[in-house]
Each structure stands twice: as structure tokens, then as C-alpha cells.
């Protein structure tokens, strides 16, 4: 398997404007997770699926970020408008199960960049 | 709730010598323990996990981390470091027997010097 897959790598835009994260997660994988990576708070889970249902959207920060799970093999998180306190690397992971015995599998993460 | 603490948020060390890696966890409740190795411009990877059994937990590339109970500890350890070992620590801390998500904690920066 190739492992899970983010796109794009890296994102620049500007403040205002719509940016939309891609992910596909490991086959066979039932949950999906999103994570943003800052220096000042760490790792946060912003939200989770499970089957592509959303259990948990309790760390999503604000109303301008939603994530949508259309498949099992696609999810997006979308930032509607952007601001430049936006600016992290966000991952993506899935894992078989949500047993806490289970690791997690993350993608390459998205650079995004907000001016 | 659980929650884990890394002591150090980062660590030089020349190559060839010996590293540790400190983690410690706050939890009322029975926990397992993972540290995850984030290289340079990728995603967090398993270096090993503690489920139950042998309190000493060998890892990928040489890793080991041994689970102290009384001491609320899981510090990981490496003999000898190679350049390569160069990148981002993280241990988390999960809630035993049942779905739970893994609690993160803020990350090791373990550099490795010529």
C-alpha cells in the first residue's frame, strides 16, 4: 500500500481565500483523522470519521473549517475564509480500528501558508 | 482524562552516543503508551508501542522505551545515535480496553551533531 496520501504538499494563499486538503487514506482503513501541527499548541485532532460518518468535530476551531468524508477513500478539509493564523502543517492519518491498542498511520502532511 | 508531558522539547547529541528521550503521562486509568518518530518534512511513523507484558519495549531502528507504573514514565533510549536519527520525538498516551484517541504530547527535538 502506499501509505496515506495528502495533496497538495504545500499551499500558499492568501487571506480570504478558499483552501481545500486533500487525503486518501491506507485501503481497508475505517478511520480517518485530521491533525494540525503548529510550534505554539503541537498536534490538535481537529475532527474524525468512522465509516465516513464524522464522530467527533469537537477540535475544530471555528465555522470557516469543515471537513466532508464523500467516500472511504477521500476526505477534504476546507478553509472558508482563510486567515494567516491558519498557517500550519496539517496531517491526515487513518487507522483500522479506534481499539486505543492501534496505531495510527499519517500522511505526509500539508504545508499551508497563509498571507 | 489523560495527559503526557516530554521533559525536553529538544535534545542535542553527538553521533554515537547514547540518548534518552523523556516522557512522562498523568492518567487514573490502566494506559498503553507509543512513540511516534517524525522525520524531516513527513508524517508521524510508530517507533514502538507499550500494551502490557514486558515493562522493556523494543522499537524500530534500535529504539527501546521501558514503562515505569510507578514512576508514570515511558522514556525512550537509543545505545548509539546516527545522523540519521534526526528529527521530531513524540510519545502519546491512550486510555487501555477501550476507543479511545491517543493523547499527544508536544514533541523531543532530538539533533544529532557530527
Known amino acids: ?115 | 482524562a489523560q495527559s503526557v508531558t516530554q521533559l525536553d522539547s529538544q535534545v542535542p547529541v553527538f553521533e554515537e552516543a547514547p540518548v534518552e528521550l523523556r516522557c512522562n503521562y498523568s492518567s487514573s486509568v490502566s494506559v498503553y503508551l507509543f512513540w511516534y518518530v517524525q522525520y524531516p518534512n513527513q508524517g508521524l511513523q510508530l517507533l514502538l508501542k507499550y500494551l502490557s507484558g514486558s515493562t522493556l519495549v523494543k522499537g524500530i531502528n534500535g529504539f527501546e522505551a521501558e514503562f515505569n507504573k510507578s514512576q508514570t514514565s515511558f522514556h525512550l533510549r537509543k545505545p548509539s545515535v546516527h545522523i540519521s536519527d534526526t528529527a521530531e520525538y513524540f510519545c502519546a498516551v491512550s486510555r487501555s480496553g477501550g476507543s479511545y484517541i491517543p493523547t499527544f504530547g508536544r514533541g523531543t527535538s532530538l539533533i544529532v551533531h557530527p
Not at chain 1, 468535530?57 to 491558519?86: V, Y
Request: net charge negative; proline share 7%.
Open chain 1, 1 to 115: 500500500d502506499a501509505g496515506v496520501i495528502q495533496s497538495p504538499r504545500h499551499e500558499v494563499t492568501e487571506m480570504g481565500q478558499e483552501v481545500t486538503l486533500r487525503c486518501k487514506p491506507i485501503s481497508g482503513h475505517d478511520y480517518l483523522f485530521w491533525y494540525r501541527q503548529t510550534m505554539m499548541r503541537g498536534l490538535e485532532l481537529l475532527i474524525y470519521f468512522n465509516n465516513n460518518v464524522p464522530i467527533d468535530d469537537s477540535g475544530m476551531p471555528e465555522d470557516r473549517f469543515s471537513a466532508k468524508m464523500p467516500n472511504a477513500s477521500f476526505s477534504t478539509l476546507k478553509i472558508q475564509p482563510s486567515e494567516p493564523r491558519d498557517s500550519a502543517v496539517y496531517f491526515c492519518a487513518s487507522s483500522e480500528g479506534l481499539q486505543s491498542s492501534y496505531e495510527q498511520y499519517f500522511g505526509p502532511g500539508t504545508r499551508l501558508t497563509v498571507t
